[in-house]
Structures are given as structure tokens and as C-alpha cells.
């Protein structure tokens, strides 16, 4: 977090500039708050609205906004469900200074997580397990058994700066962790990034919460509130057109 300049976005909450990946944590357009909210849990939510347990993959934890959005969405519309977070981050100092933080004042009930997060980086109670490890994204999925996971927040730097966090390899890795029914969902658009996952299994989906489209990745083909993305018709009509591969 060395040099991370904090960053007033639309909506009135905070993000942080990253010194290192010279990127805002959030779009500052859309607000950090809303863009957890409407790319990330609304999304995941909607979808799992009759399960009772979720577990969910929060990639990368950064400034925590998906996992406390989380919390935030299931106290207020007051959901009878147990949740279970597992989260990664490689910047310790960042995760330690989060107790220091100024959050939306939508998170001021969740203080006490907030800082167990920062302090321990495990929270855990009847209803939320929260861990966040201090670890290489991609070995720290490989810690989980297959088919563990209903929920994936993938939400890393964008491939410019964070490329291993995006390629086929890394989604073979995500698509065999994830539950037949699981989903995931990112902010990324970009038809390289969609091959990936679609070579890697997952079938493609995009809608549009924001200002901003975003994708929704399933193991299976249904019928969801969001557009279908044929990315055979996409290599079809855009050739050179190429997934992302590890190096």
C-alpha cells in the first residue's frame, strides 16, 4: 500500500490508486460501492437466491469491498443464508492498514470484521467464515478440492498489469474448484479475456449494471437476465482474435 493514493469515487466511497499496478482499485465512474454491488453480489446473489450456504472465491481481497458488499447485501435485505469467503491477497501492508480505512458508512456496523480482517485475517461467527491469505493467487486455489465453490468474484487488476490472473491455465484452475452450478462474474470484457474462460469451459454471458457492461460465467448453458455471448460465432467473426495463455 506503500505510496497508494486515496481516491474519492462517484458514489462517495473510497478507493485507493495502486502505486504498483498504477490502476484505481474500483472505477472511480461507477463508485466503489456500487461496482461490488452491481458487478459482483447482486449478480451472484440473484442467481443463488434459494440457497441457504455459499462459498464464495473473492479474487483479489485489495481494500475488501466485495467481501464487506457481501455482508452489507445479506443484512440488509435481511437473508436467512450462511456464507463462507475465501480470499487471497499479495500485499500484506495493504490488508494490515485496512483497520485505518475509510469505508462507506454503509460498512460502519461491520467494524469489528473489518478489523479482525485486518488484524488476524480470519473473521468467523455463526452466519460468515471469513479467511484471506497472504499468497500467489494461483496457488492458493490450488488448495481447494473440486467442486467447492458456488460463488467466484473475480476481480483482479486488469491484464495489462495482472496478466497471470487471466489466462486459460488460471481459469482450467477456477472451472475445476467450481460447483456445476457455480457462478462467476468480473468487470473484464475484453474478448481475449472471455476466451479464456471459454476454453477453459465456462459459457459466456454479459450484462449491463452500470454504466458499464460486465461478464457472467457459468459451467452451464441456461437461461439467466443477462445476453448469451456465442464466442464460436465471436472467433467466427474475429479470427485473430486469441485467448491468454501462461507464458
Not at 35 to 49: Q, R, S, V
Not at 95 to 124: D, G, H, M, R, V
Not at 148 to 176: H, P, R
Request: hydrophobic share 35%.
Amino acid at each position: 500500500m506503500k505510496d497508494d493514493i486515496l481516491v474519492t469515487t462517484s458514489d462517495g466511497s473510497n478507493t485507493l490508486f495502486s502505486f504498483k499496478y498504477k490502476q484505481h482499485f474500483h472505477n472511480t465512474e461507477d463508485g466503489g460501492l456500487s461496482e461490488a454491488l452491481n458487478k459482483h453480489i447482486i449478480p451472484a446473489f440473484t442467481y443463488h437466491k434459494y440457497k441457504k450456504e455459499l462459498n464464495i472465491l473473492d479474487i483479489c481481497y485489495g481494500i475488501g469491498y466485495n467481501t464487506m458488499a457481501t455482508i452489507y447485501y445479506i443484512y440488509k435485505n435481511n437473508l436467512d443464508i450462511k456464507i463462507n469467503i475465501y480470499s487471497v491477497e499479495l500485499d500484506f501492508d495493504l490488508i494490515k492498514s485496512l483497520k485505518s480505512f475509510t469505508y462507506p458508512k454503509e460498512f460502519e456496523a461491520f467494524t469489528n470484521i473489518i478489523n479482525e480482517i485486518s488484524i488476524n485475517q480470519i473473521y468467523q461467527d455463526e452466519n460468515i467464515k471469513i479467511e484471506v491469505k497472504i499468497l500467489d493467487a494461483r496457488e492458493y486455489i490450488k488448495k481447494f478440492p473440486e467442486k467447492f465453490f458456488d460463488i467466484v468474484y473475480q476481480d483482479a487488476f486488469s491484464s495489462e498489469v495482472n496478466f497471470e490472473l487471466w489466462t486459460k491455465e488460471y481459469f482450467d484452475d477456477i472451472y475445476k474448484i467450481c460447483k456445476k452450478n457455480a457462478i462467476l462474474t468480473t468487470y473484464a470484457i475484453a474478448t481475449p479475456i472471455r476466451l479464456s474462460m471459454y476454453e477453459a469451459g465456462f459459457f459466456i454471458y454479459e450484462t449491463k449494471p452500470t454504466k458499464r457492461k460486465i461478464t457472467i460465467a457459468l459451467k452451464t448453458k441456461e437461461d439467466i437476465n443477462a445476453n448469451y455471448i456465442d464466442m464460436e460465432l465471436k472467433k467466427i467473426r474475429n479470427p485473430n482474435a486469441i485467448a491468454l495463455y501462461d507464458i
